[in-house]
């Protein structure tokens, strides 16, 4: 399987995975619905982001916060997250609705309770 590239609305990012995803993430926590945003999983090593036109952000509704949520600084488009904190198994995640049409069909998407998650 060759890679695939994701970019934001205006191109300045672009992710480059090295395969299709496992599985596509569809949450309905407050940040993901309000970004409008699916998520595909991949390790931190696997994921090359040209990071010249990025903005970012961590939530400040959370106590103890374990994301850094990525963005394009030119259209706003919510673009990929990384780990702030250290965990047992550590992934990243890309915005599955930056890649082209087609890309991702026949992936399983999983309907994730967000919503349920403790912000503290």
């Known amino acids: 399987m060759s890679a695939l590239q994701a970019r934001c609305a205006c191109g300045a990012v672009t992710i480059t995975v090295p395969r ?18 699916n998520w595909v999983y991949f390790a931190p090593d696997e994921i090359e982001v040209d990071e ?3 903005d970012s952000f961590v ?3 959370m ?10 600084r030119t259209c706003g488009c919510p673009t ?10 550590p992934k990243s995640g890309v915005n599955a609705n930056l890649f082209e049409p087609g890309a991702l ?16």
């Not at 069909?105 to 998650?117: L, P």
Request: proline share 7%; net charge positive; hydrophobic share 30%.
């Open 80 to 89: 990929h997250w990384r780990l702030i904190r250290p965990v047992e198994t």
């Open 63 to 72: 106590r103890e916060p374990y994301i850094r949520n990525f963005r394009c």
């Open 105 to 120: 069909d026949g992936i399983e998407v999983r309907q994730i309770d967000g919503r349920s998650w403790p912000l503290d």
């Open 52 to 54: 010249t036109g990025l």
């Open 20 to 37: 299709r995803p496992d599985y596509i993430n569809d949450c309905n926590c407050s940040l993901c619905t309000k970004v409008g945003a």
């Open 59 to 61: 939530r400040a509704d």
